[in-house]
T-cell receptor, first 114, second 117 residues
Framework: KQEVTQIPAALSVPEGENLVLNCSFT??????LQWFRQDPGKGLTSLLL?????REQTSGRLNASLDKSSGRSTLYIAASQPGDSATYLC?????????????FGTGTRLKVLA | GAVVSQHPSRVICKSGTSVKIECRSL??????MFWYRQFPKKSLMLMAT?????????EQGVEKDKFLINHASLTLSTLTVTSAHPEDSSFYIC?????????????FGPGTRLTVL
């Protein structure tokens, strides 16, 4: 059974710092991994999607890497801003045992201090 | 990207009543929709997979008689929480998969906050 864990659970940093969020998964047989952002009381915003054959994806100040063999992904945020404060979730898409479905991680609550 | 809406965004109901939540794909036809539940400060847990024109597939531990799912059309899936109790209070999020766009193209709705008094 796939399990997805994110470390740290919470993080508070001063504005301008570069930071790394970690995601690990127990079953390396995934189709892709996706990073989401969730603001309090809101839905999900997709940030980056990495296919199983890819090693990284970049969008603006965000860079996500994937090491499928070791079951790890990292989300790198450069020059953090107070507006980056949110919960970040990673999710892996598993091979189907019926249908394709995402398994979500436990999330990292990020607070960037002005 | 494609848009998925949910209605209502927030609902408060009395214990024992039933509540229906709608999930709509606004600009594409979704043969498959997913329903998730999120407890405060917790991650999303998949509840069930909703397939148009057929019965939903529920995850282990989810009561199918309590959480009724109907996917009657290619743009609408509904989740009905029957005889709601305070422990059903949660944030419910749906997602919809756009066919022909790859297995990984799922779009998430904005969520519905359910509070049962």
């Amino acid at each position: 059974k796939q399990e997805v864990t994110q470390i740290p659970a919470a993080l508070s940093v001063p504005e301008g710092e570069n930071l790394v969020l970690n995601c690990s998964f127990t079953d390396s047989a995934i189709y892709n991994l996706q990073w989401f952002r969730q603001d309090p009381g809101k839905g999900l915003t997709s940030l980056l999607l990495i296919q199983s054959s890819q090693r990284e994806q970049t969008s603006g100040r965000l860079n996500a890497s994937l090491d499928k063999s070791s079951g790890r992904s990292t989300l790198y945020i450069a020059a953090s801003q107070p507006g980056d404060s949110a919960t970040y979730l990673c999710a892996v898409l598993n091979p189907p045992s019926g249908t394709y479905k995402y398994i979500f991680g436990t999330g990292t609550r990020l607070k960037v201090l002005a | 990207g494609a848009v998925v809406s949910q209605h209502p965004s927030r609902v408060i109901c009395k214990s024992g009543t039933s509540v229906k939540i709608e999930c709509r794909s606004l600009d594409f036809q979704a043969t498959t929709m997913f329903w998730y539940r999120q407890f405060p400060k917790k991650s999303l847990m998949l509840m069930a997979t909703s397939n148009e024109g057929s019965k939903a597939t529920y995850e282990q531990g989810v009561e199918k008689d309590k959480f009724l799912i109907n996917h009657a059309s290619l743009t609408l899936s509904t989740l009905t929480v029957t005889s709601a109790h305070p422990e059903d209070s949660s944030f419910y999020i749906c997602s919809a998969r756009e066919p022909g766009q790859g297995i990984d193209t799922q779009y998430f709705g904005p969520g519905t906050r359910l509070t049962v008094l």
